[in-house]
């Protein structure tokens, strides 16, 4: 894996993180719907043991933080 591929997955596992964290926010806070608790439910686990497709939807925006800092590098 190069470099810029353990950049990424670090990043992306960071928004996942950071996800997790405003979705319990989220419910801590609001009254959401039944459903939405339970898609949501699925996803607090660790970065690693997501789908290829979640983890993918993570890497979109880990892919524009890596822009960004390569503009600058």
Do not use: G, N
């Not at 970065?47 to 822009?67: C, I």
């Amino acid at each position: 894996m190069k470099d810029e591929d353990i950049i990424l997955e670090e990043l992306a596992q960071l928004e996942h993180e950071k996800w997790q964290e405003w979705a319990r926010h989220i419910l801590s806070e609001e009254t959401i719907s039944t459903q939405r608790v339970q898609r949501w439910a699925r996803l607090f686990v660790p970065y690693s043991q997501l789908s290829e497709q979640e983890k993918e939807k993570d890497r979109v925006l880990a892919r524009r933080v890596l822009s960004i800092i390569k503009k600058y590098d």
